[in-house]
């Protein structure tokens, strides 16, 4: 094949007989095209699904390296190398690389051959091939084989590209910025199997520009010490308030190295530990009144979801359904009590001022304390043991809003990428995706303003 490609080449240079399928010949629309300063186009040719195309510099006046003398050429090596696609097609450059010689017998320099910034020697992409191939990986999450058929190379051939051009925006320093709040959340990496526990990775995530900064393996206090640790301390002092999930490791390791900072336990996560008090309570009834779990068409279990909607999102009717079914299913009203208690603690996050939230919150200690349900009593334990973070959401006015939003995209990349296994690739990708602003020029719309030259 590749043979073919290059005679096909060869019979464009050499003669205008050339085979029926040569598409062109030293064409200043493909050179304008190709749009890479120094190089003309000589041939292009579409041959089995790829385009050739066969490129020299326009350098014609080089001086010897070593002494100035005017070189003389001395033929041509043929160099391949990758490029970016065209219409969908991978493309293959055939440079045509000058070997200059120096005419003067007494020069150290006798030959050299002519080097371009983008063609590297040996490399298999050209320069802008392999920052494309990176940016699609990073910037628009397509998976490394999809970039890698499309542009003609393996997918160890791409993933060098996204390594080599990735490591160096994730590693600018300049990435970390200065921001004055820190959201801090758990994912999933890799999920238990034979030979491992689940494993979770603790993400660091900047509230003010909603940038992912990191992610570190582990989910402890050490984890998060071991990080800030690694940060410049002016860095870290610059922090004011942190955001959690109720999650003791956390809590402890960012109050042993952010002194000042405040601390929030935001309303996402305190509704979901009252999400999940109602399924408890919802599978202890199930249980003890019908001796199993939940089946298609068990009341309680009918409207398990629900549950877990903020009651001023559900319709009036929804909302009679839940009604019904509670009545149906839930005798001793274990599971209306847990639903209430969770939308009085709804209450607390909605409260305006500080003052009201702390009313709000002795109401809910009150319910939770009266009824006696067991889910109830454990989530107003865990509320009262986070009352200064929970009341802190309304001091500081943070929320994991942007982590929620980041975690996500996580979960993108990680679908995406099909699991990973090396946790340095999935930090590398993870950052490209949401932890780098990328600088990609917008274009302008179809229908707006247009160049000159189309009438
Ligand atoms: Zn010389």
């Given at each position: 094949m590749e043979a073919r490609g290059l005679a096909t080449l060869a019979a464009v240079e050499g003669s205008?007989?050339?085979?029926?399928?040569?598409?062109?010949?030293?064409?200043d629309g493909a050179t304008a095209l190709f749009d890479v300063a120094g190089f003309v186009v000589g041939a292009h040719v579409l041959e089995d699904g790829e385009w050739w195309l066969q490129v020299e510099t326009t350098a014609d006046r080089v001086r010897c390296p070593s002494c100035g003398v005017r070189a003389v050429g001395h033929g041509r090596r043929r160099v391949q190398v990758r490029d970016l696609p065209i219409a969908g097609r991978p493309v293959r450059l055939v440079w045509a690389k000058r070997i200059w010689r120096c005419p003067?017998?007494?020069?150290?320099?006798v030959t050299w051959s002519e080097t371009h910034e983008q063609i590297s020697p040996r490399?298999?992409?050209t320069r802008r091939a392999r920052i494309e191939i990176c940016r699609r990986v990073?910037?628009?999450?397509?998976?490394v084989a999809e970039v890698a058929r499309e542009f003609g190379v393996g997918w160890h051939t791409a993933m060098a590209a996204v390594r080599e051009h990735g490591m160096s925006l994730v590693d600018d320093?300049?990435?970390?910025?200065?921001?004055?709040a820190l959201g801090l959340d758990e994912t999933s990496f890799l999920r238990a199997g034979p030979k491992h526990p689940t494993v979770m990775i603790t993400g660091f995530v900047d509230l003010d520009r909603h940038l992912l900064l990191d992610v570190a393996e582990g989910r402890s206090g050490q984890v998060v010490r071991d990080w800030l640790d690694d940060r410049p301390a002016e860095w870290v002092a610059a922090i004011d308030v942190a955001v959690i999930d109720p999650f003791r490791g956390y809590a402890t390791g960012l109050t042993d190295r952010l002194t000042d900072a405040a601390i929030v336990v935001d309303h996402f996560h305190a509704i979901r530990l009252a999400n999940k008090a109602i399924d408890d309570a919802r599978r202890r009834v199930q249980q003890e009144s019908l001796g199993h779990c939940g089946r298609r068409d068990d009341p309680l279990y009918r409207i398990r979801r629900r549950l877990?909607?903020?009651?001023?999102?559900?319709?009036d009717q929804q909302h009679e359904r839940i009604l019904m079914m509670l009545g149906h299913g839930d005798r001793h009203g274990d599971v209306t009590n847990t639903y209430l208690a969770k939308e009085l603690l709804r209450d607390v996050y909605d409260a305006k001022t500080v003052r009201s939230a702390r009313r709000r919150l002795r109401r809910f200690y009150e319910h939770c304390d009266q009824t006696g349900v067991r889910e109830c009593r454990r989530l107003a334990r865990t509320i009262r043991a986070w009352e200064n973070e929970v009341l802190a959401f309304h001091t500081t006015?943070?929320?994991n809003g942007p982590t929620e939003g980041i975690n996500l995209l996580i979960k993108k990349v990680k679908r995406v990428g099909h699991g990973f296994r090396s946790f340095n690739n999935y930090r590398l990708r993870l950052l490209l995706h949401c932890g780098v602003t990328w600088h990609t020029v917008p274009t302008a719309r179809m229908r707006g303003r247009q160049p000159r030259f189309i009438a």
């Open positions: 205008s007989r050339g085979r029926p399928l040569v598409i062109g010949h030293r064409s003067d017998g007494d020069c150290a320099t490399a298999l992409l990073g910037q628009d999450a397509e998976s320093p300049e990435r970390l910025g200065a921001p004055s877990l909607v903020g009651h001023e999102r559900l319709t006015g943070r929320s």
